[in-house]
């Protein structure tokens, strides 16, 4: 069996540690369906783990960030993903 990464949510939140800031479309760019990514984004902003900042005259460009809290665990768990694929 082939190890395919460390499931959706972990994904999501390993992407946003290795890029940063990003516009929301950059999770379909990415490879991730938008509305899956999106409410992983919005679970994790309840507890403090992502935030939001939308800008624009029309409030129409939505910039998604790790917290503090979020870097933390993402660090975490790209030292896991890293372990499990490097040993």
Do not use: C, H
């Not at 490879?31 to 919005?42: I, M, Q, R």
């Not at 994790?44 to 665990?73: C, P, Q």
């Amino acid at each position: 069996m082939t190890y395919k990464g460390l499931g959706f949510d972990a994904e999501i939140l390993l992407f946003l540690y290795r890029n940063g800031r990003v516009v929301r479309r950059a999770f379909k760019e990415g490879g991730f369906s938008y509305e899956g990514a999106k409410n992983a984004l919005e679970r994790f902003e309840e507890v403090g783990i992502t935030k939001y900042e939308a800008v624009g005259d029309y409030r129409d460009t939505v910039y998604w960030s790790l917290t503090e809290k979020g870097m933390k665990a993402a660090e975490m768990l790209a030292a896991v993903d890293d372990f499990i694929r490097n040993g």
